[in-house]
């Protein structure tokens, strides 16, 4: 869910040393999460007793990762960079404070760490100067692919465990898959000039469709986690053919 906004930000926009700083720098804060989590307990007394200063040290590594990649964006991104910056810091923030609750596995936690990676297109496009109709746009296509598979994972578990349809929980990702793909069909029939764009997102709408009807059971959810990220590679396939871009080098 990182790597794919990442490399669409580069794919639309072009390589510059803001981009790639600001990508290293929320890399850092993403790998963060998982000793954070040991230090906090989230994984069990046992591990934190076992690894906590384990944790403490990797933590420390990338947060100074993180301050050096920082300094480096702060130093060479342009004005106009930090618009979709502050989006993607907002985001950030949401994420942060569900982290001190530990809540970021809950359903809405984890919607709102899918807006907040597909967020990050723009930053990295904008550093390199992209224009606008390269930055926006692929981050609404980038979160409403992620929402898919988180919606479809929570309610394939919710149905399984016996939980309760939380009905919403349920039938979020087929009304959403259904509701993308009718859209991608509309813009295919009437020839829209963005018609690869606006079809980007439909193969993990028609993966999640699929994995929705058969009911897949959360053991196989490896095997279903592969296969959205064939069909994220199929959205920046479609994301790039789009736009056309030519890969520049911004300095």
Do not use: C
Not at 13 to 27: I, K, N, Q, R
Not at 139 to 158: I, M, Y
Not at 207 to 225: E, F, I, K, N, S
């Amino acid at each position: 869910m990182l790597v794919f906004p990442v490399a669409s930000g580069l794919a639309l926009g072009g390589v510059s040393w803001p981009g790639m700083a600001f990508a290293v720098l929320v890399g850092s804060g993403f790998l963060a999460h998982e000793s954070i989590s040991v230090m906090q307990g989230n994984r069990g007394e046992r591990l934190r007793s076992r690894h906590a200063d384990q944790a403490r040290r990797r933590l420390a590594g990338l947060g100074g990762a993180a301050l050096a990649s920082g300094i480096v964006f702060t130093a060479t991104a342009w004005p106009t960079v930090w618009v979709p910056t502050l989006l993607t810091l907002l985001f950030a923030a949401g994420v942060a404070w569900l982290l001190f609750l530990g809540r970021t596995k809950s359903l809405g936690g984890e919607l709102l760490v899918g807006a907040t990676f597909a967020s990050v297109h723009a930053v990295v496009a904008s550093a390199a100067g992209a224009p606008t109709d390269r930055l926006y746009v692929p981050v609404a296509a980038w979160t409403v692919s992620f929402s898919l598979s988180t919606l479809a994972v929570h309610g394939l578990k919710r149905r399984f465990k016996g939980r309760g349809p939380a009905a919403w929980t349920v039938t979020g990702a087929p009304t959403l898959a259904g509701g993308v793909l009718l859209l991608a069909v509309a813009a295919w029939m009437t020839g829209s000039d963005q018609v690869l764009l606006a079809i980007a997102p439909a193969p993990k709408a028609l993966v999640v469709l699929v994995t929705v009807v058969l009911a897949v059971h959360p053991r196989h959810l490896m095997r279903v986690g592969w296969s959205f990220v064939v069909a994220d590679t199929a959205t920046l396939v479609l994301m790039a053919a789009a736009f056309s871009p030519s890969l520049t080098f911004v300095g």
